[in-house]
C-alpha cells in the first residue's frame, strides 16, 4: 500500500498551506507569527542535516515536518500580505472626511436598474494642502441621469464627498458582503452625482486590459445586435463570457432551483468544450513535426485569454490551470495523476489568491471535479446499453449524477437548498447549451457576414428561448426544489464523512466502513434533532435593516408572525434576499402565521410589552403612562423625545430604517441626553433579543 501522499505529492504541500491561510484569518496576524513559525522548522533540518547516511531512513520524518511548518507559515504570510490595513499608505490610514481624493476607474461603467456602476483605485489623498499616496480600491456609484456619465476605463477623478466603508446589513444570516468585498481588495464605496466630482486630463489605461473591454464590447454588441428578446440576450452574454448584468433575477432563481445555474455562470465545463473545439481545429499542426508543440501553447493561451475575458473567476481559473498542466504534460511527454493535479492547481491558485478558499465557485468548482473523477464510472457501470445514442445519453446523466455528490452539501450549506429536478433539467440544459455557446463561437467568428450572423442569431434565439421555457416550466413544480435547508459547518462535514465511509464500502469493499458510514450518518440526525430542539424552544423578536421599509419578525418556536410593509409580502428579491437568510437562519422558513394580536399598535408577548410608533403617533399628554420594555419607531413619525418620555416609560427604543438617517442622528442624542437606550438598525444592523 503506497501512502496517498505519496501517490498525491501535492496534497503533502496544499493541506498545509491552506490550513495556514485559514488560521491566519481567524486566529493569526502579522508577520511576526510568520517568522516565529518559520523559526521552528528550522531545528528540524539542521537535526536531519547532522543525522549520519546509515540513519536517515528512520528519521526521513524530520524534512517532511519542516516543509509542513513551511508551508503553514507560507499561508500565514500570504494572508498578512494579501491584506492592505497594515501598509502605510493604504486609505483607511490616510483618509480623513473633508479630504480631496483622486481615483482612476479600473473598468467601463457598468449600466444597473438605478446606477452605472464601475471599479476604482485610489490614486492619492489630499490633506491640508499635502497629497501623500493612496493604495485600495472602492466601487463607484453613478446616479441616473438623462445622459451616463461621459467616463471610460483608465480616467482620472477627483472627489471631495466624504467616502462610506462598506459594511454589511447586519441581518440573522445575511451575505457576508463586507468580507466578500475585502478578500477582493475593496474596501470603500461612494455614491455620486454628475456635479460631485472632476475629471481631470490624466488617462492611463493598461494596453492588454484596455483591448479585453474593447473585445468585451464588441461581444455583447454584436449578441445584442443579433439575438431576439431581452432574456435570451442576457443568458447568450452570460454563457459565452460570463455577463451577467442583464440577467433577469427571477429567470437566475428558475436556473438556480433547477439545478442548472453553472450553465449561466462561466465553469470548467465551457472551458472543456472550448478547449475540445480549440485542439479539433488546431489538428492540422499534428502533421507538421517541427511546429506540433504550438498546437497546446496555442490552445492554452486562448483558454488563458478567454478566462479573463469573462472575470477571472475561481472555477475558471481553476480550469485554465488544470488544461495548462494537461498541455505543459504532453509537451513533455507526460501523462499526469488527475488528483495531483487538482493539489497543484489549487495550490496556485491559493498562492494567487489565498481567499479563494472562502469563494463558493472555487469550492464547488474542486467538489464537481474530484466527485466526477471518483464516482463517474462506477455510476457509469450501473447500466450498460448497447445503443450509441442510449450509451452517450447514460454517459451524460452519470457524469450529472456524480457531480451532485460532492456538491449537494455545499449547495445545501450555502444555498439552503437542494434542487430534486437536477437529473432531468441537466439531461436537457446541458447539450442544449454547449450547441448554443459553439453557436455563439460562430456568430462571432461570422459577425461581419450578414447572412450568416443573422440565420445564427435567429436560430441562437429560438434555442435560447426554448431553454429558458423549458427550465421556468420545470421550476413551476412544487417539488422542484427543496427550500430552507439550513445545516450548520459541523452537520455539513459530518454529510462528507458520511459520503466518504460510504463509498469505501461500496467501491472498496471494506466491511468495517459500513459501520462508520452508520455511525456518521446517525451522528448527522442527532445534530440535526438538537438544532429542532433549540428551534422549538426559541422566543426571537427580529427588527430588520431594511432600508425606506419596515419589517419585524416575532419568531417563537418554528413558526414566524411578520410585521411590516405588504410589498415584503410581494417583491421576491426584497424578500429573499434580506428575510429570507434570517428565517432560514432560525429554522422558520416557511409562510408566516396570522394573529390578531400582533395586528395592533401594543401587544404582550412572553411578558414583554412592545409599541409600534409609526407616521400615526400623536401625542396626547391626557392619556395614562404607557409602559414598554420595548418601543419600535417606523415611517418617520413626527416625534420628539421630549414630549415621548412624558407619555411612554421605555427601556428599550428602537429605530428601524425606514426612518431618515439624520432624524435619527437627532433622536439618538436626545436619547442619550434623557438616558434612553437608543438602537439604530441602519447603523448597527438587526435588532434581536430574546423574549
Known sequence: MIPIWKNIPFLRYVIPFAGGIICSWYFLSGWE?????????????????????????VY???????????????GVLLVWLKLNNHHPQWIGVNYKPGDVVQIRLLEPLTERQKTYKALAEFISVEH???????????????????????????????????????????????FDYKRYALFNGITHQIFLNKNEYVLLKETKQNFFWSNMYKVRDYVLQTLRKNIRGDQETSVAEALLIGYRDDLDRDLVQAYSN?????????????????????????????????????KPVLAVAFLWIFSLLTGAGASVLRSAVMFSFIAGGELI??????????????????????????????????????????????????VSFENKFLDKAWQLNAVTLSAQILTLPLAMYHFHQSPNLFFITNFVAVPLSSIILFGEILLMSASFIPIISNWTGFALSYLLKWMNQFIIWTDHFSFAVTDGIMHTPLQTITLYLFIAATAIRLLKKERKAAKWSIGFLC??????????????????????????????????????????????????????????????????????????????????????????????????????????????VSKNPKLYISNFIKTIDCKQIIFDSSNPQWKVALWKKDCTRFGINAFSTNEQGAFVMNL
Open 128 to 174: 491640508n494642502g499635502k497629497t501623500n499616496k493612496a493604495k485600495g480600491n472602492l466601487i463607484l456609484y453613478f446616479h441616473k441621469d438623462s445622459i451616463p456619465p461621459p467616463l471610460q476605463y483608465g480616467n482620472t477623478l477627483a472627489i471631495n464627498k466624504p467616502l462610506q466603508e462598506i459594511k454589511n446589513a447586519g441581518n440573522p444570516g445575511g
Open 258 to 294: 433547477t439545478g442548472v445555474v453553472h450553465i449561466i455562470a462561466i465553469s470548467g465545463l465551457h472551458l472543456g468544450l472550448i478547449y475540445w473545439l480549440l485542439l479539433i481545429l488546431l489538428t492540422p499542426l499534428d502533421k507538421i513535426k517541427r511546429i506540433k508543440w504550438l
Open 333 to 382: 511527454g507526460r501523462k499526469g495523476n488527475i488528483y495531483n493535479s487538482l493539489a497543484a492547481s489549487a495550490f496556485v491558485l491559493l498562492c494567487y489568491n489565498p481567499f479563494f478558499l472562502w469563494d463558493v465557485g472555487f469550492q464547488l468548482s474542486y467538489a464537481a471535479v474530484l466527485s466526477i473523477v471518483l464516482f463517474m464510472k462506477p455510476i457509469y457501470n450501473w
Open 33 to 57: 507569527t510568520a517568522v516565529i513559525l518559520f523559526l521552528l522548522s528550522i531545528p528540524f533540518q539542521i537535526l536531519f542535516s547532522i543525522v549520519k547516511h546509515q540513519k536517515k531512513f
Open 60 to 74: 526521513s520524518w524530520m524534512p517532511g515536518i519542516s516543509i509542513t511548518i513551511i508551508c503553514f507559515t507560507f
Open 523 to 632: 451522528l448527522f440526525f442527532c445534530l440535526q434533532s438538537y438544532e429542532i430542539y433549540k428551534t422549538s424552544q426559541q422566543k426571537k423578536l427580529v427588527v430588520y435593516n431594511l432600508s425606506q421599509h419596515r419589517a419585524i419578525d416575532l419568531m417563537i418556536g418554528s413558526d414566524y408572525y411578520f410585521i411590516g410593509d405588504s410589498v415584503l409580502l410581494q417583491d421576491g428579491f426584497l424578500r429573499n434576499f434580506h428575510l429570507k437568510p434570517s428565517r432560514i437562519f432560525y429554522r422558520t422558513y416557511h409562510s408566516p402565521k396570522i394573529s390578531p394580536a400582533f395586528q395592533s399598535n401594543i401587544f404582550t408577548i412572553h411578558q414583554k410589552k412592545i409599541l409600534l410608533i409609526n407616521t400615526n403617533y400623536q401625542y396626547d399628554s391626557t392619556q395614562p403612562k404607557i409602559i414598554a420594555d420595548v418601543v419600535i
